[in-house]
C-alpha cells in the first residue's frame, strides 16, 4: 500500500516536472509559428533600418541597438554602484548594518514595476527636463530607472559570490602580511569573479526584458531610429510589441513581425541566461579546484 502511494507521488512529481517544460515547449513553438512570416524576410527584418508597418517596412535593427543601450548603460550604472555594495556587505559590513541594508536592497524587487515607471516619469523624467533638457523621457530616464531595478539581482548575487571564497584564501593573505583590502583586491575579487560576471549577465537580462517601467520613461518616437544623444527617447523590443499590439491587424505581416520581434527577445535572453550558467559553473569549477589546491 504505502509502495503505491510513493508510485503515485512519484509519478504526480514527474508530471509537473515535465509540465513546466512543455509549458515552454508551447510557448517557444507558438511564438516560431507566428513570427515565421516576418523572419523570413531574412536580414530586412534584422538589419533593416526602416519600422513603418504603414508601408510594410519591417527593419528593427534601430530597435535592437536601442534596446541593448538602454539596458547596457543601465547594466553599468547598476555594476557601479551594485559590486562596491556587495563588497562592502560581505566583508566590511558590521552585522547589524548588513542586517538593515540588504535586506532594503532587497525590498527594490518587490516593487512593482509599473510603480517605478511611473516614479521615473513623475521625478527623474521631470528633473531630466528641467535640468539638462530635451523631453525628458530618454535613454537616460531608462538607464537610471533599469539600475534601479537591477541592483537588487547584481548586489545579491555578487554578494554571495564573494561570501562563498573559503575563509582560508582570506586567512592565508592576512597571514601573509597582506591587508584587507589587498586581500579584497588580489585574493577575494579574483575568486569570486564568475559569480560577479553571472550577476552582471543576468542583470541585463532583466534590463533587456524588462517592459512597463521602461515604457513609461524612454520616450518611444513613432519611427525608431539609432540615438545619437543620452536625452534623445528611443524605442526598445519589449515597448514596441506593447504599444502596437492593441492595434494591429491579426494575421497581417504587422502582427508577425510583432511576435518575430519576441522571437529576437527571447533569443537575446535565452542566450543572456546560458552565458549565466556557464559563468556559475565556471564559478563552482574554480571554486572545487581551489579546495583541492589547499587540502593539498
Known amino acids: ?33 507566428e513570427g515565421i512570416p516576418a523572419l523570413m524576410l531574412g536580414w530586412d527584418f534584422i538589419f533593416g533600418m526602416n519600422w513603418r508597418p504603414s508601408h510594410d517596412q519591417f527593419g528593427i535593427f534601430p530597435i535592437i541597438v536601442s534596446t541593448f543601450i538602454v539596458g547596457g548603460g543601465a547594466l553599468a550604472i547598476a555594476a557601479s554602484i551594485g559590486i562596491p555594495t556587495a563588497i562592502f556587505l560581505a566583508e566590511l559590513s558590521p552585522t547589524w548594518l548588513r542586517n538593515i541594508l540588504k535586506p532594503s536592497v532587497e525590498m527594490l524587487v518587490g516593487i512593482p514595476s509599473i510603480i517605478l515607471g511611473f516614479f521615473g516619469l513623475m521625478v527623474f523624467v521631470v528633473f531630466i527636463r528641467d535640468s539638462l533638457g530635451g523631453y525628458g523621457e530618454c535613454i537616460l530616464a531608462g538607464w ?40 579584497i583586491k588580489k585574493v577575494i575579487l579574483p575568486n569570486a569573479r564568475f559569480g560577479i560576471l ?42 514596441t510589441i506593447v504599444i502596437e499590439y492593441s492595434y494591429v491587424m491579426w494575421g497581417s505581416m504587422h502582427q508577425h513581425a510583432l511576435f518575430a520581434i519576441g522571437v529576437v527577445l527571447f533569443l537575446i535572453v535565452a542566450i543572456l541566461n546560458l552565458v549565466t550558467y556557464v559563468a556559475i559553473k565556471g564559478s563552482l569549477g574554480t571554486t572545487t579546484v581551489m579546495k583541492g589546491v589547499i587540502r593539498e
Open 144 to 183: 537610471i530607472i533599469l539600475a534601479i531595478m537591477t541592483l537588487p539581482h547584481v548586489v545579491s548575487i555578487s554578494e554571495d559570490s564573494i561570501r562563498a571564497v573559503p575563509k582560508g584564501y582570506k586567512e592565508a593573505s592576512l597571514a601573509l602580511g597582506a591587508t584587507h583590502l589587498q586581500t
Open 1 to 33: 500500500m504505502v509502495f503505491k502511494k510513493e508510485n503515485i507521488i512519484e509519478k504526480l512529481l514527474l508530471i509537473s516536472a515535465l509540465s513546466s517544460a512543455l509549458i515552454v515547449f508551447f510557448i517557444i513553438a507558438f511564438m516560431l509559428r
Open 198 to 239: 553571472a550577476s552582471l549577465i543576468l542583470g541585463m537580462g532583466n534590463a533587456v526584458g524588462e517592459t512597463m517601467a521602461v515604457l513609461m520613461v524612454i520616450g518611444n518616437p513613432e519611427i525608431p531610429w539609432i540615438p545619437t544623444s543620452i536625452l534623445e527617447p528611443v524605442r526598445v523590443l519589449t515597448s
